[in-house]
């Protein structure tokens, strides 16, 4: 248990990276979207060049969400393994939409939610690293925790 008393030690919040330019880039997640707490969910976030230029996903084979809570847009949770998984590049052209694999996961940051996050609705960040573009980050999309 955690004493309200008692001062927690607070890491400074890593920087974000920008937003997606949703010009070029738009992306979203499946309707229903669900995850149990305490374990991790493997989908897909799908990518779309609304630009005149291919988008180019530098990944490990998949992306991964880090859970936010919606309100604050402070990160709650995560995927807590390594992921050892070669380079692979997912090409979006112009106009067209691409699949990449998602992994999300509900180990929690938070010392005040316990070691899980817990059910409810959240939302998930996810960065994306583009090819001569540097790294950015999605909107945040919606997911629920389930018991």
Same mark, same amino acid.
């Given at each position: 248990? $955690? /004493? *309200? +008393? @008692? *001062? +927690?030690r607070r890491l400074p919040a890593p920087e974000r990276p920008p937003l997606l330019p949703a010009e070029e880039v738009q992306v979203s997640? /499946? !309707?229903g979207l669900e995850v149990r707490s305490g374990e991790y969910l493997g989908n897909i976030v799908h990518v779309r060049s609304v630009g005149n230029r291919e $988008?180019?996903?530098l990944t490990n084979g998949a992306v991964t969400g880090a859970t936010v809570d919606p309100r604050t847009g402070s990160f709650v949770g995560g995927y807590e393994f390594a992921q050892h998984m070669p380079g692979i590049e997912f090409r979006v052209p112009p106009g067209s939409v691409v699949d990449i694999p998602l992994l999300v996961g509900t180990a929690s940051t938070n010392p005040l939610l316990g070691y899980? @996050? *817990? *059910?409810?609705?959240?939302? $998930? !960040?996810v960065s994306l690293n583009l090819e001569d573009r540097g790294i950015f980050r999605t909107p945040l999309l919606p997911i629920e925790v389930v018991t």
């Open positions: 248990m $955690i /004493d *309200p +008393q @008692v *001062p +927690q997640v /499946d !309707e $988008i180019v996903v899980c @996050v *817990p *059910p409810r609705r959240w939302a $998930i !960040e």
